[in-house]
């Protein structure tokens, strides 16, 4: 199965929360399931929480009790193997800039991107962003020593 994250689901932290969405979800349904029989009366079916409701929007998936077995198990190696990229703020990011990248690197990059978010107050504006093989500053801090470095060159020069 090729699974779809949504944009919502960019972090680590936010598919281990999707994770146990589905877990929870999946004990809910044995419970009613358990209950009904018990007690001879239909016991609704658990609603699937955000992330989940996202996600099964995204992939189109049925819910059954197999598939939602098979997802868990998927989602466990994509959490361990999908390719990472980091990115250093000045401060913490909103949701929203994190679902924007998340839809914008998965868009161009076509692979189930996730991403780690760091903070270093010091690079003041911008971000730093990392990759298993590359770094990137566009921090205003490396701009500044830049800029700072040509001053130098012109005023010696």
């Not at 969405?21 to 658990?46: G, L, N």
Request: glycine residues 4%; neutral net charge; charged residues 25%.
């Amino acid at each position: 199965m090729d699974l779809k994250l949504p944009p919502d689901v960019a972090t680590k932290q936010q598919l281990s929360i999707l994770m146990y969405e589905i877990e929870d979800f999946i004990d809910a349904a044995t419970q009613a399931q358990v209950r009904s029989r018990e007690t001879d009366k239909e016991i609704p079916a658990p609603k699937p929480g955000f992330m989940f409701k996202k996600f099964l929007e995204a992939n189109q998936v049925e819910i059954t009790m197999g598939n939602l077995a098979k997802l868990l198990k998927e989602l466990g190696s994509l959490k361990e193997k999908a390719p990472t990229i980091r990115f250093i703020f000045a401060s913490e990011p909103s949701s929203e800039i994190l679902t924007k990248l998340a839809q914008w690197i998965r868009s161009n990059s076509h692979l189930p991107v996730l991403i780690h978010v760091g903070v270093q107050p010091q690079i003041a504006v911008g971000c730093i962003v990392e990759t298993p093989s590359r770094r990137y500053d566009f921090s205003l801090r490396q701009k500044l020593s830049e800029s700072n470095a040509l001053l130098e060159a012109l005023k010696n020069g």
